[in-house]
């Protein structure tokens, strides 16, 4: 069984919801006063609030991390079996008997409350700690009713990729709890398993040069996603994913792998991944000292006609260019299509069990990086090194803070520890049983011990581990160790900000995005595109240059 054991395996479920959250700016829309300051941070003032690094590993693993060089990422550590010895990180408990509640989004079924796996949690953390499991399609229409009202629980988690929806840079300081105080610099060395957790995930958590947020599932080696491919059947057919260099070599692929006839076509939708290697970044450039949004790039055009002739070649599955994405994995797994984008939350246990009961010889695998041009250094962009976050109320005493602050120690202890066990397993012999060395769900594990539930308020460093698939391990951590010194970090990288409703909307830009998306598939021209996004920047896509280029590029420089 998937044994909840690492960053990726909750990403699945949450897709439909993000999406490519990783590709999105940190945004959050605060009304359209003139008076609104960015809630966005300096260069000194966050240096001065951020926590102090602290790395820790009591656990060895079995594939160490690989660093990216001077890029700052570093692949997530693979750990092909879990640890035996189970280390003790926290001394005692941590809590001191405190009462409080706990939103965080679920999707899935929400356990019973009360159930034996959260009493449990309370007598290892020592609180009274009450989970609140929400909807998480509905998530983000449920917290800003809660907001609104002022109703905000103790201790919530608010992804990232939902700041517009949330307001969250106004909720900082205002609904939600300062925790510079507590956190910055040396001071998290009272929490040492916070202090584990990568710096570029706290900066995802600070506002205004405060930090008013705790890091979950952070990495140090966020990308958007992979161009995915069924490396057992390319392989079959003697082809390599070293051999696809170019736009022009992927070409050439699809229309060798493409069988009409038979029903297998070489391509699902790759747009949203495969057009990063044409040297897109996530939004913006910098030239010659002046902004130019993505959309202004010849290099985003060349990638749109690209897919617009894929659209129109054949190559790609019916099914894809309508749109359908709801069974892209069934088309994957029967070898209806073999090239794919996707999130990196693909490549993990539960695929490789659903790919293999499908067809006893599947194997996932991803192209390296590539320039589309062949002959340029390719390069990728690195997302926020989180995007989910949880937040403490304001109306909490410090001691309150200092209480949760101890209990999220715990929750963030590294994989492998007593505390990590605990956390996503439960109770041995209840929630789960040692099955070849792996903590394997009983019943009531399966019921009650959700992985978005305490890893929503606070989690270590994520890991690579498939346990029962070493194939699945070796292969991701494999392919992140060729790749990650590929990564880059973009034009105001990690920088929180909270812009008028106006200038998010107009970052949005969803008109040329829906007409983008119909000339991948086909629908539209490249023309039609052009079209758009030049109606976009007259009516505020210049707009929305000017304000950033006032209100961050000006003020608090490129983030990088």
């Known amino acids: ?31 359209d006063g003139s008076h609104q300051k960015t809630g966005t941070n300096t260069k000194t003032g966050l240096k001065a609030a951020l926590p102090a690094y602290v790395p820790s590993t009591p656990v060895k693993p079995d594939i160490p991390s690989v660093s990216g060089g001077g890029n700052g990422a570093a692949t997530d550590p693979g750990f092909l079996r879990y640890p035996a010895d189970q280390v003790a990180t926290v001394s005692g408990v941590p809590g001191k008997g405190g009462s409080y509640t706990a939103v965080t989004p679920l999707w899935g079924t929400v356990p019973t409350p009360g159930n034996s796996f959260y009493t449990a949690m309370n007598k290892a953390l020592g609180v009274d700690l009450t989970i609140k499991p929400a909807d998480g399609n509905n998530y983000n229409t449920i917290v800003p009713t809660m907001t609104a009202a002022r109703r905000l629980p103790d201790w919530i988690q608010l992804p990232g990729w939902w700041n517009n929806n949330f307001n969250t840079g106004e909720l900082a300081g205002t609904q939600i709890a300062d925790l510079t105080p507590y956190l910055s610099g040396d001071k998290i060395k009272k929490y040492p398993n916070l202090a584990a957790l990568p710096t570029g995930a706290w900066q995802t958590c600070a506002w205004g040069d405060k930090i008013y947020g705790i890091p979950c599932y952070s990495t140090n080696f966020p990308l958007a996603g992979a161009i995915f491919h069924r490396r057992d059947v390319l392989e079959a057919k003697g082809i390599t994913a070293g051999q696809v260099r170019s736009a022009d070599d992927m070409w050439s692929l699809g229309k060798e792998l493409t069988d009409a006839k038979r029903g297998v076509w070489a391509f699902d939708d790759v747009w949203t991944y495969l057009s990063l290697f044409w040297g897109v970044p996530d939004r913006w450039k910098l030239e010659d000292g002046k902004l130019v949004h993505k ?57 490789y069990q659903a790919g293999t009961a499908a067809d006893k010889n599947y194997r996932r695998g991803s192209f390296d990086v590539f320039a589309a041009d062949g002959k340029s250094t390719p390069s990728i962009f690195l997302g926020p090194s989180t995007s989910m976050i949880s937040y403490l109320n304001k109306r909490l005493k410090p001691a309150q803070i200092e209480e949760l602050l101890s209990v999220a120690n715990y929750l963030a202890a590294p994989y492998g520890s007593r505390e990590y066990t605990m956390v996503n397993f439960g109770v041995e012999g209840v929630h789960y049983t040692l099955e070849n060395g792996v903590p394997t769900a009983t019943k009531d594990g399966q019921k009650f011990v959700q992985a978005t539930t305490y890893p929503f308020l606070a989690s270590p460093t994520s890991v690579t581990s498939n346990q029962g698939a070493d194939v699945v391990t070796k292969d991701y951590t494999g392919w992140a ?74 003020k608090v420089g490129t983030g990088q």
Not at 7 to 24: K, P
Not at 510 to 518: F, G, H, I, L, N
Not at 529 to 535: D, F, K, M
Request: glycine share 8%; with cysteine.
């Open 295 to 351: 959309y202004e790039m010849p290099e985003f055009m060349e990638a749109m006609d690209w897919h617009y002739r894929l659209a129109k070649s054949g190559f790609m599955h019916p099914d894809a260019l309508a749109g359908n994405n709801a069974n892209a994995n069934t088309r994957f797994y029967s070898g209806k299509t073999l090239i794919g984008g996707g999130g990196l939350g693909a490549w993990n246990l539960a695929d």
């Open 1 to 31: 069984m998937s044994s909840q054991l690492n960053r990726r395996s909750f990403v699945t479920a949450a897709a439909s919801v993000a999406g490519a959250a990783v590709m999105a700016p940190l945004l959050s829309a605060c009304g």
């Open 481 to 554: 160790a060729a790749n990650v010194k590929y990564g880059y970090k973009p034009l105001f990288w990690g920088l929180n900000l909270s812009m008028p409703q106006s200038m998010a909307q107009a970052a949005a830009a969803q008109s040329v995005e829906d007409t983008m998306k119909d000339c991948y598939h086909g629908k539209r021209k490249v023309s039609d595109v052009q079209a758009a996004i030049s109606s976009w920047k007259a009516s505020s896509g210049d707009r929305l240059k000017r304000w950033m280029t006032e209100n961050v590029l000006d």
